[in-house]
């Protein structure tokens, strides 16, 4: 009778000879460590998949968050006009200074409801990360180094400087 089998070379399993344990525990070890390696890159993958997206929720925050920097920053000179139409009024009453009153509210108004704030340091101490000294005066009763007299208002959006306050600084 002749082999029909289609494959001549595979043998039997009765004609198979004792497998080697020490090879197939080392297979087995190889996969296992192939395993761990692939679920050691599946993690760093997913770890920088959320760093990822973390990161983009966070531009995406700082993108809204800022988004009004360019027209609230040319909204500045309005509102120093404002406050220096005001003060050259002085003491007058009269509809046009109660005019520039409320168009200067407003306008601080929609600056604050977009995160805008104003930095008036007068009598405070200065800080050179958020005032710009302009000079220096001898100032027998003000305390060396608070801020005298503010030139220009700073504002600053959301926490972050827009424009720093000129300020007469108090010599030591």
């Known amino acids: 009778m002749q082999n029909q089998n289609p494959n001549p070379d595979a043998q039997a399993p009765e004609d198979a000879p004792d497998l080697d344990t020490d090879s197939l525990a080392n297979e087995l070890e190889q996969l296992r460590g192939a395993l761990g390696d692939l679920r050691e890159e599946a993690l760093r ?7 990822q997206r973390k990161r983009l929720a966070r531009d995406v925050d700082q ?3 800022f988004a009004n920097e360019k027209l609230l920053s040319q909204l500045l000179p309005v509102l120093d006009s404002l406050e220096a139409g ?5 003491d007058a009453t009269g509809p046009l200074k109660d005019g520039l009153e409320l168009t200067l509210r407003q306008l601080l108004k929609v600056g604050e409801d977009n995160g805008l704030a104003q930095i008036n340091p007068e009598g405070e101490a200065f800080d050179p990360e958020w005032h710009q000294a302009i000079s220096q005066l001898e100032s027998p009763g003000a305390e060396p180094g608070s801020v005298l007299q503010v030139f220009q208002k700073g504002y600053a959006l959301n926490e972050r400087l827009l424009r720093p ?8």
């Open 165 to 172: 306050a000129l300020v007469v600084v108090a010599a030591g």
């Open 86 to 90: 005001l003060k050259a009024a002085g």
């Open 63 to 65: 993108a809204r968050r």
């Open 45 to 51: 993958e997913r770890a920088e998949l959320e760093n």
